[in-house]
């Protein structure tokens, strides 16, 4: 079965103190992982697209990486208006549509 | 400009009440999309719409009623709701209906239903 997993649930940070958000997934073949940002009661933001184990993007403090099982989203020095849900999700293997698997999400909360 | 319009912001009806959501986008999306999201969930697929004809339907209660009267506007029409129904609905397009097509969220309709 497709599944995604992030970790973890609510992640704490400091103003500045870097760290990473994790996406694990099994899909059968990967057609593309999308990271999405989420701040209350608003709808989703895209940040990133990655097709292919080893890719990478960036966007100001954000990077986002993929392996051949998992994604990793790094946040640098982060700030408090990085705080947020950021979502992951993947399209499953089956189907012609784009029909999205998403995590549950981690919460970030960034004090300064 | 990847925006996604949706009205109203809120949305408050009782369960004998009729109601419509509304979706509009101009970015010449051929895919357009409504999710339910409850809190502290992601958001759940309800209906995707590709050249404005329904693709999937997710087994969604027929009290939920989408239309796509053209490629730009999207209608989610609502009828004797429950308030289990209540949440944020999300209106999403893509600039096609295939796998791999990143979309594109509004901002969302935080319906209550009493």
């Known amino acids: 079965e497709d599944q995604v997993t992030q970790s973890p649930e609510a992640l704490r940070l400091q103003e500045g103190e870097s760290s990473s958000l994790n996406c694990s997934y099994t899909?059968?073949?990967?057609?593309?992982l999308f990271w999405y940002r989420q701040d209350p009661g608003k709808g989703p933001e895209f940040l990133f697209t990655?097709?292919?184990a080893g890719e990478e993007k960036e966007k100001e403090r954000l990077k986002a990486t993929l392996t051949k099982k998992e994604s990793f989203l790094h946040i640098t020095a982060p700030k408090p208006e990085d705080s947020a849900t950021y979502l992951c999700?993947?399209?499953?293997?089956?189907?012609?549509?784009?029909?999205?698997?998403f995590g549950a999400g981690t919460r970030l909360a960034v004090h300064p | 400009d990847t925006e996604v319009t949706q009205t109203p912001k809120h949305l408050v009806m009782g369960m004998t009440n009729k109601k419509s959501l509304k979706c509009e986008q101009h970015?010449?999306?051929?895919?357009m999309y409504w999710y339910k999201q409850k809190a502290k969930k992601p958001p759940e697929l309800m209906f995707v719409?590709?050249?404005?004809?329904?693709?999937i339907n997710e087994s969604v209660p027929s009290r939920f009623s989408p239309e796509c009267p053209n490629s730009s506007l999207l209608n989610l029409h609502l009828h004797a709701l429950q308030p289990e129904d209540s949440a944020l609905y999300l209106c999403?397009?893509?600039?096609?209906?295939?796998?791999?097509?990143?979309?594109?969220f509004g901002p969302g309709t935080r319906l209550t239903v009493t």
């Open positions: 999403a397009s893509s600039l096609d209906s295939g796998i791999s097509y990143e979309q594109y």
């Open positions: 719409y590709s050249y404005e004809k329904l693709s």
């Open positions: 899909v059968s073949g990967l057609r593309g």
């Open positions: 999700a993947v399209p499953p293997y089956s189907g012609g549509y784009n029909k999205l698997i």
């Open positions: 990655l097709y292919s």
């Open positions: 970015m010449g999306h051929r895919a």
